[in-house]
């Protein structure tokens, strides 16, 4: 029988609308390949939960409205070393370009195909664990 990390990738998600972040929890859990360890809306929030497990992907829900996107960004990055995965409605390159200054990994963009964004996540997760990055542990 596979571990849980063998069965499903663990995610640390990171939004600060709490309704946002609910919605959000709710399409993720309905998959069978993804495992939430937490769903916080703080900096201070996301490092209790990164000093009890280390995900294997921090999923960042970055409100386009959201100008501190690439500080909370940098604060993830300085809590962990798992990859951070920037989830946006849209990413202009300069957004992009900022984000991987600060520590971003991977951006995807937001859709309504749970099953996709699903593939998405357990494919980075995957290919992260490949290279021996943390997270993948």
């Not at 998959?31 to 769903?39: K, M, N, Q, S």
Request: proline residues 4%; contains cysteine.
């Amino acid at each position: 029988m596979p571990s849980r990390d063998e069965a499903k990738s663990t995610i640390l998600l990171f939004d600060e609308s709490e309704a946002a972040r609910g919605g959000l929890v709710n399409l993720l859990t309905r998959r069978d390949g993804l495992d939430i360890i937490g769903a916080v809306g703080s900096e201070q929030a996301a490092a209790d939960v990164l000093a009890r497990e280390e995900p294997d992907i921090v999923l960042f829900d970055m409100h386009h409205s959201n100008a501190r996107g690439p500080s909370i960004c940098a604060a993830l990055r300085n809590l962990t070393s798992s990859p951070i995965v920037v989830l946006a409605s849209f990413m202009t390159p300069q957004r992009w370009s900022e984000l991987k200054d600060v520590g971003a990994d991977e951006f995807l963009l937001k859709r309504v195909d749970s099953a996709a964004l699903e593939r998405d996540l357990v494919r980075i997760a995957r290919d992260y664990k490949r290279q021996g990055r943390p997270g993948g542990t």
